[in-house]
């Protein structure tokens, strides 16, 4: 691989690739993973589910576009242009993230990485990807898969502890940290975002049973969705 930061303009030209955009017309509604839990009425009603403290919040952040890239982490040239695409450089280092604006990129082993970007943004971000860069790599578009929650509030980490073996201590665990671990016996991608905020990336298929387990683990607690 370490021969990857040379390459020929016909090699380059062979790795582009067609880009098919995903997001229906709008005659097709988009609808999360958890459309059906009607998390909007529950928000707008104020509804605490369990105990009445309201210890723990809950956000679905719906419909946003999620690509994994892959690529060799030592060719400069394929790093400069997905910070160039991005507006921003890939974390390198091990399970770490970066973000800037509505953009967020979390390191997930070596040479891989999942970009979050706003569902409408991510054809475009795609599209960039593939005039940017060159030589060998990978992107996949799994918008579709996935989607993300944030958990926050004064007993999310008691409510993170029976659901993850990993250790939520600020020292082991500051902001900015992400893991992809068992979660509920599933698993999800966890970041930290702030001192008393989650984000976790959870797949489609897990998406109800994890809903469903949050509001049993969060009844001594109190659970408020938030819009």
């Known amino acids: ?9 016909a090699e380059m030209a062979a790795t582009k690739a067609a880009v098919m955009d995903q997001v229906p017309g709008p005659e097709v509604q988009g609808q999360s993973p958890l459309h059906h839990a009607d998390l909007a009425s529950l928000a707008k009603a104020g509804t605490v589910l369990g105990a009445a403290a309201g210890g723990i919040q809950l ?7 999620h690509l994994t890239l892959r690529l060799n982490p030592e060719n400069t040239d394929q790093l400069a242009a997905a910070e160039r695409v991005l507006g921003m450089a890939l974390p390198l280092q091990p399970l770490t993230s970066v973000e800037k604006g509505s953009y967020s990129v979390r390191w997930m082993s070596p040479d891989e990485w999942l970009i979050l970007v706003p569902g409408l943004e991510a ?24 989607t993300v929650l944030e958990l926050s509030g004064a007993d999310v980490i008691e409510l993170l502890k029976r659901c993850t073996p990993i250790d939520l201590h600020p020292t082991v665990f500051p902001v900015g940290k992400v893991v992809s671990t068992v ?3 599933s698993s999800a991608i966890i970041r930290r975002t702030g001192e008393q905020r989650f984000e976790l990336v959870i797949r489609r298929s897990f998406s109800d049973y994890i809903w469903l387990w ?9 659970l408020v969705v938030k819009a």
């Open 214 to 222: 949050l509001q049993e683990v969060s009844r001594e607690f109190g």
């Open 59 to 65: 956000r679905e952040h719906k419909l946003l576009g």
């Open 1 to 9: 691989m370490s021969d990857m930061n040379v390459m020929t303009a």
């Open 123 to 146: 054809f475009d971000v795609e599209s960039k990807f593939r005039d940017e860069m060159g030589g060998h790599y990978s992107l996949v578009n799994s918008s579709g898969g996935s």
């Open 183 to 185: 979660f509920a016996k």
